[in-house]
């Protein structure tokens, strides 16, 4: 339903529906007219010819328009990251944090623009050699029209004649319009939402691949990397629960590799960090648990503390034994809450 929503206000003339419709009376107009040829018995090469020409300029038409159409892109804005910070040198993040992230890597290059390339130069081209054969151009529609006509009669009357010739320039006309329109509207309306729905997969799937190296770096003990390219992967995607996550360990382990294990401004952080990944999914158990920690560590309200840990046991029962060998949480095993929550 919201992608129909959504199609009807790109189109909320429904332009394209209106042309198509043209096109369909288009071709009622070559039936009425080979009917005049139906005692003739020429009927039906006649509506044939005048269809398949309609048929081809319609699709000449069309790949005009679509290739005049193609939204552009800035050259820069396909580069990641596409909305944050570079790494220290510029340039997506190198060396051993890339290595085996287990994603596809689109975020590490730019994407294929080869069609929006394409159709740049093929528009110059068409557009220079159409205004240098601008005066040659009747006269070949006139060749054009009197060899599509030759289709079009069984009788060679001046009156069949112009006749034929007529709806012969009629076809090349309309039929090619109609096409550049639909092609031009469906190009501008259509695929630069596709374009648009391909770059945030792109987004997204890079904040992956940050998200990845950001762990990989964090668990060579590597904080200061783990923190930058962690960044990278919100800016791209700031739903990525799983970055907001690791965002909130790696802040928890800065503070206490600063000197100050106390250090509550990093700690409340965290604490917000792991909050965001638990309300963009909350069925994660280590959400919850990273947050009771967090808290545990600030000696915020040990009820909440608790709370929290309840609701991480009860998704993921194997966090009971890491509570009670955490030292973060090392205030509350002798509370008698913890332990039956643990038992």
């Not at 700031?238 to 503070?255: E, F, Q, V």
């Not at 206490?256 to 917000?272: F, I, N, Y």
Request: with cysteine; proline share 3%.
């Amino acid at each position: 339903m919201k992608r129909k929503w959504i199609d009807e206000q790109l189109d909320r003339y429904r332009m394209l529906r209106r042309l198509q419709l043209a096109t369909l009376i288009g071709g009622v107009f070559i039936f009425v007219y080979s009917c005049r040829f139906w005692r003739s018995g020429a009927f039906a090469s006649i509506f044939a010819v005048g269809m398949l020409s309609a048929g081809a300029f319609l699709l000449v038409g069309f790949l005009l328009g679509f290739v005049f159409g193609i939204p552009r892109t800035p050259k820069d804005s396909a580069a990641l990251p596409s909305s944050g910070g570079q790494p220290q040198g510029g340039g997506a993040p190198q060396g051993s944090f890339l290595k085996n992230s287990g994603k596809s890597g689109y975020g590490a290059v730019e994407p294929n623009s080869n069609l929006v390339e394409i159709s740049d130069w093929l528009t110059k081209i068409i557009v220079g050699v159409g205004l240098i054969q601008l005066n040659k151009i009747p006269a070949k529609v006139q060749d054009l029209t009197a060899y599509i006509g030759n289709g079009l009669r069984d009788c060679d009357s001046q009156v069949c004649k112009q006749g034929s010739e007529s709806l012969a320039l009629g076809i090349v006309i309309f039929f090619f319009c109609a096409g550049f329109l639909i092609g031009y509207l469906w190009a501008r309306l259509y695929l630069q939402r596709a374009f648009t729905d391909l770059s945030l997969a792109n987004q997204v799937d890079s904040a992956w691949t940050y998200a990845d190296a950001a762990d990989q770096a964090f668990d060579e003990g590597n904080f200061d990397k783990a923190n930058e390219l962690i960044d990278l992967a919100i800016s791209n995607d700031p739903s990525n629960a799983k970055a907001h996550a690791l965002k909130g360990r790696i802040l928890k382990r800065l503070a206490q590799e600063s000197g100050k294990p106390g250090d509550k401004a990093l700690l409340q952080r965290a604490l917000d960090q792991a909050t965001q990944a638990a309300s963009f999914n909350p069925n994660i158990g280590g959400f919850w648990y990273n947050m009771a920690c967090y808290r545990s560590l600030l000696a915020q309200d040990r009820t909440q503390i608790l709370k929290e840990l309840g609701r991480a046991f009860e998704i993921d029962p194997k966090l009971k034994k890491s509570a009670l060998a955490d030292e973060d949480l090392s205030s509350l095993w002798e509370d008698a809450d913890f332990k039956r929550l643990t038992s």
